[in-house]
């Protein structure tokens, strides 16, 4: 569930404008955002204490090139990043759904016993998907 943007968070990441908080974790927020184009986007932006240490950027930048290289049908494509501004953000596509939560459920059924479709034993897409960070942030 998108939540409205607060009095302290960015209206604006590089060329995205944020319309909404996705989720946060460890390493950040993750908002809602639209490309200039209009796209949808998730934005994360990066904690200002982790943004001011030297080897998180490194790890981070490192991180990022990988996920570039990463692609397929249920990966979310990295769209843009800025590692070396004075907050590190990454732009992914956005893929609307449960976070990551919702869709795992609660327990070692991984949600199985709410969606008789998840018996199987194989993944759905979509929660694959979503496990992958196309969907919702849950946490980082």
């Known amino acids: ?17 944020l319309r909404g908080r996705l989720g946060a974790g460890g390493m ?6 639209l490309s200039p184009g209009g796209r949808a986007v998730a934005v994360k ?5 982790l943004a001011q240490d030297p080897e998180f950027r490194a790890r981070f930048r490192r991180e990022i090139a990988v996920a570039r290289k990463v692609s ?3 990966t979310a494509p990295v769209i843009d990043a800025d590692v070396d501004g004075p907050v590190p953000w990454l732009v992914t596509a ?4 449960p976070s990551l939560a919702d869709g795992a459920g609660q327990g070692a059924g991984g ?4 969606d008789p479709r ?8 979509q929660a694959g998907q979503r496990a992958a960070g196309g969907g919702r942030a849950a946490g980082d």
């Not at 569930?1 to 995205?16: A, V």
């Open 118 to 125: 998840r018996r199987g034993g194989a993944p759905r897409p």
């Open 45 to 49: 932006v990066i904690r200002d204490d």
């Open 72 to 74: 397929g049908l249920f």
């Open 28 to 33: 950040g927020r993750v908002y809602l955002g």
């Open 111 to 114: 949600g199985a016993e709410r």
């Open 94 to 97: 956005y893929v609307s759904g």
């Open 1 to 17: 569930m998108m939540h409205e943007l607060q009095p302290g968070d960015p209206r604006l990441i590089g060329p995205y404008r």
